[in-house]
């Protein structure tokens, strides 16, 4: 057996093993992920020393930034809530799309809100949004869910400026105007099919409940005083939009060393943009709204305690993404997939989807899809190097499962069941993924 398939049997197993310990023998997920992380580095032939050095690293890397933006985006949503911000959007987009087509008005929120936003940003930011809808229109809380997921899910895939696509584009040096253009043309449409209308679908099999806690902290009924405006509570929630598109307008107009674009990059660095919006809804959603200093760090504090367990499940899946990208299975799935004869648009997505389902990481997948197949491009004339890009993008947000921090986050907000996440979340991710190579491959006829 040559050194690639056993590290693909390898990861088989350590996978298999960490779904049998959660479902059957109901291992809690932070424990399980660090036993199946720890059984993968022993037996793949790591030295003994990386293995839980490797653990450690992924578990810092997701939590040096997810940890950050989920206690920053837990705080600014628990003040929407307290406040009544949240039921002020509920009730402006009940109003204007009705309770039939709510689901429709998720999606676009989420794919607009979420063009400058990390996927993590964008899913702390609008989940308050989902409990109190779902609350007051008694739809149920996937079919309203799953359209802001497939929204966000869908431009963190394909659109720059998020990570994957921009250094994608670097590698394959296309075009970021086109690839953005080309994007929207694609994700819109993905988003419509994987969001509302498979969302619609799924919620008569898994209808989705949310938990109480969350559900409490999230959606409970603001104390009978004034909602916020409209138009106060969009300018405090899109704060981190506008700072981070700021940002991105300064990447892309002014030089590396320009001290505005230096400033800009700090102002728009997606911590730095929520900490102002988390500061200025102190104050919107706080003294304007007539809470003393005493409630309003009551609400604060009390925002983190049902999030603890999350950070802990999410770290613990880095932990487990890090070790499969560290004990080589990536790599062994990339070289294999160059063997294959396909068109270049095609092998990206698949090289990309292979490593994506092998790490668990979309912009891991990116990165490493557009670094193996960026060569081959060069020797076949003719391909478009932003269809390979988006090509690359849609591969790498196939088959999202357990060493994804992605699912886990979805899991615990949407309390479901590992078997219900991979009913909702995973087949989204997947429907994303086949759906938008359905769209570039047409696309790739005309440009």
Known sequence: MSKEVFLLVDALVAILGLILLITRWRVHPFIALTLAAGFLGLTSGMPVDLVMKSFQEGFGGVLGFVGIVLGLGTMLGKMMAESGGADRIARTLIDAFGKERVHWAMMFAAFLVGIPLFFEIGFVLLIPLVFIVARRTGVSLIRI????????????????????????????????GKTIFYGL?????????AGPIFGKYISKYVPGEASPELMEQL??????????????????????????????FADVALDEKNVVRLWLDFIGHPITALLAALLLSLYTFGFARGFTSKQIMKFVDDSL?????????????????????????????GQMALHAQVSPILLAWLVAGLIRIATGSATVATITGAGIVAPLATLVPGVNLELLVLATGAGSLILSHVNDAGFWLVKQYFNMTVA????????????????ALAFIMLLSMFV
């Open 420 to 435: 219900e996440t991979f009913k909702t979340w995973t087949v989204m991710e997947t429907l994303i993924s086949v759906v």
């Open 219 to 248: 959606a409970r009924e603001p104390e009978a005083r004034e909602l916020p405006g409209f138009g106060i509570t969009l300018v405090t929630i899109l704060l981190p939009v506008a700072l981070m598109l700021l940002k991105t």
């Open 305 to 333: 305690a049902p999030t603890a367990a999350i950070v802990l499940i999410i770290g613990a899946g880095g932990g487990f993404k890090q070790m499969l990208v560290t004990s080589g299975v990536g790599n062994a799935i």
């Open 185 to 193: 043309l694609v994700g819109l449409p993905t988003a419509m099919i």
């Open 145 to 176: 869910g799953i359209p802001l997921l497939a929204g966000l899910s869908v431009v963190h895939g394909l659109v720059p400026p998020h990570p994957g696509p921009l250094l994608a584009i670097g590698v394959f040096g296309a075009d970021i």
